[in-house]
């Protein structure tokens, strides 16, 4: 029997090779292959909820944000999850021009499949969201299945000096903020970028109700082909990073949608690492990258995207599994390539 030991946190993780490819193995929606089927490696590269404050390795400007994605890809990751960032002030933008100014050195410099947030930052509006998107017309894009609670202060309290002053003020106000997505935003997202511009999805549950969502829009027709879904954990506001819920979510989503779905794992902040290998022994996928977490262990700040890609990589591998290409993923979820983007 073959272990592997996930260290450096508040717990130790000894997950079975043979007793959870016994629990998981059946229904994994990889088309017969099992527990050894390949494994896509998602990174995220900035995100909208930490701030410049709280690491100097959180890429801000456009060469950042394309050197940090760039290296990820070339440590093995096959989706980068993108945002932008004013490269000024730091702060989320959602402004097209702000992409322009990365999109075309990764896509020149990586083969990696570029997946655009349309959920940006719980400030902006729908309209706003979208803006960058509906003019790149990307491979993929997220697409929070949901309205959630997504508080984000407690973080305030970890940081005494600031970069910029919208900063403090921002997290603190999250105690009153709620992240809009309701059934109207998702069915004109899925027109917007699915039907029209040919996008596919990773579908962000942050919570069962999600899921219940995703297959409400499945049943209208709304939804079709192969789902990735991101099982999303660790938000305050969403669901906790417990090894519970997640089987709970991967019975439910087994019954939900049979085989017809391929499932990832991202935990914001220090269960990053723990859920992503239990996600691995599944069967399943994994996402890091500094918009979940900006640490590479405990206390020691992560020097950059590439360095949470190889750590996870030399896990994953360690578990057998064989790193999907972007080609491979292009494959299983069947995207409309390189060629279909207008970056």
């Known amino acids: 029997m073959r272990y592997i030991k996930v260290l450096g ?14 629990m998981f193995g059946q229904k994994n929606g990889r088309a017969g292959k099992g527990i050894m089927a390949k494994i896509i490696i998602s990174c995220a590269i900035t995100g909208s909820i930490h701030t410049p404050s709280m690491s100097p390795y959180l890429p801000v400007s456009a060469a950042q944000i394309a050197q940090s994605a760039i290296g990820a890809a070339q440590a093995g990751a096959a989706i980068l999850h993108l945002h932008a960032r004013d490269p000024v002030t730091g702060q989320p933008s959602s402004a097209p021009e702000h992409w322009q100014a990365f999109l075309p050195q990764i896509a020149a410099a990586s083969d990696a499949v570029v997946n655009m947030t349309t959920g940006g930052s719980a400030v902006m509006t729908l309209e706003q969201r979208l803006a960058a998107p509906k003019q790149m017309q990307p491979e993929m894009c997220s697409l929070n299945m949901g309205s959630m609670n997504f508080a984000l202060y407690p ?10 002053p919208w900063e403090l003020p ?16 998702i069915a004109q997202i ?11 999805f990773e ?7 999600h899921l219940t969502m995703l297959k409400h829009f499945v049943d209208r027709g709304l939804v079709k082909g192969r789902l990735y879904i991101q099982f999303v954990f660790g938000v305050l506001g969403g669901m906790p990073a417990e090894p519970d819920t997640l089987t709970l979510l991967k019975r439910t989503a087994d019954r939900m949608f049979g085989d017809n779905y391929e499932f990832s794992v991202l935990a914001a902040g220090r269960m990053q690492v723990p859920m992503a290998t239990m996600a691995a022994a599944m069967g399943g996928h994994v996402r890091v990258g500094l918009e979940d977490n900006l640490y590479i ?11 949470q ?29 390189k060629s279909g983007v207008a970056f």
């Not at 262990?297 to 360095?307: F, M």
């Open 155 to 164: 973080m305030a309290a970890r940081i005494t000096e600031w970069k910029h």
């Open 9 to 22: 946190l508040r717990a130790t993780w000894r997950l079975s090779w043979a007793g959870l490819s016994g």
């Open 297 to 307: 262990r405990k206390g020691e700040l992560a020097v950059s995207n590439a360095q």
């Open 170 to 185: 921002f997290l603190v106000g999250t105690d009153d903020l709620v992240f809009k997505n309701t059934p109207r935003d």
């Open 190 to 200: 899925l027109s917007e970028m699915g039907d029209k511009r040919g996008a596919r």
């Open 309 to 337: 890609v190889a750590q996870i990589r030399t896990i994953v591998e360690a578990l057998g599994r064989t790193v999907a290409t972007p080609q491979d993923v292009r494959g299983i979820l069947g995207l409309k390539g």
């Open 203 to 209: 579908f962000e549950c942050y919570d069962l109700s």
